[in-house]
């Protein structure tokens, strides 16, 4: 069965700064991954969907990128901003599972004015 | 409103309650699915419907009964639940079940057992 994990769980930056959020997972047979928001006591907003064939999507100040050797993929934020304050999941769509995304448990964002 | 509605928000229910969370898109979808959220634990996906029937279910206990009267539309019932049901239930839909990406997800409703 497929795991995800995410490092690190919370995470508290000064506005502005550059960060990194990091998404593993144990089987590489992988259709796709995405990464989603979400925002406290609200449900997920799909940020950036990575096919298997690519390496990475960009959108605005976000970057994903996609090793699937590794079973590794990363969410870049460019100058952090207050609003960027949410948690962050990743999911990937495994080969041989039909239909079924396989959450990780997420990175909480903080981002201090 | 992202376009998938749940009601209710909160829900607080005893273990010998029967009630209903409901889920609602005027997306167009042909899929829908409940997922449930647990604290520090994964999204775990519960039910998947297509077309009104059901293609998945996920080994969910039988105190759950999803029901899809028309592809709008998507229950679940709830009763006799456990004080560990106690989680974030989040409907999400899709353009098809088959392809994965392009969900929209509701708010949620989030549900204590007591």
């Known amino acids: 069965k497929q795991e995800v994990t995410q490092i690190p769980a919370a995470l508290s930056v000064p506005e502005g700064e550059n960060l990194v959020l990091n998404c593993s997972f144990t089987d590489s047979a992988i259709y796709n991954l995405q990464w989603f928001r979400q925002d406290p006591g609200k449900g997920l907003t799909s940020l950036l969907l990575?096919?298997?064939?690519?390496r990475e999507q960009t959108s605005g100040r976000l970057n994903a990128s996609l090793d699937k050797s590794s079973g590794r993929s990363t969410l870049y934020i460019a100058a952090s901003q207050p609003g960027d304050s949410a948690t962050y999941l990743c999911a990937v769509r495994t080969r041989g599972t039909g239909n079924q995304f396989y959450f990780g448990t997420g990175t909480s964002l903080t981002v201090i004015p | 409103e992202t376009g998938v509605t749940q009601t209710p928000r909160h829900l607080v229910m005893g273990m010998t309650n029967k009630k209903s969370l409901k889920c609602e898109q005027h997306?167009?979808?042909?899929?829908m699915y409940w997922y449930k959220q647990s604290a520090k634990k994964p999204l775990e996906l519960m039910f998947v419907y297509s077309l009104e029937e059901r293609v998945e279910n996920n080994s969910v206990p039988s105190r759950f009964s999803p029901e899809c009267p028309n592809s709008s539309h998507l229950f679940l019932h709830l009763h006799t639940l456990q004080p560990e049901d106690s989680a974030l239930y989040l409907c999400?839909?899709?353009?098809?079940?088959?392809?994965?990406?392009?969900?929209?997800f509701g708010s949620g409703t989030r549900l204590t057992v007591v």
């Open positions: 990575i096919q298997s064939s690519q």
């Open positions: 997306l167009g979808h042909n899929a």
């Open positions: 999400a839909s899709s353009q098809d079940h088959l392809v994965g990406y392009g969900y929209t």
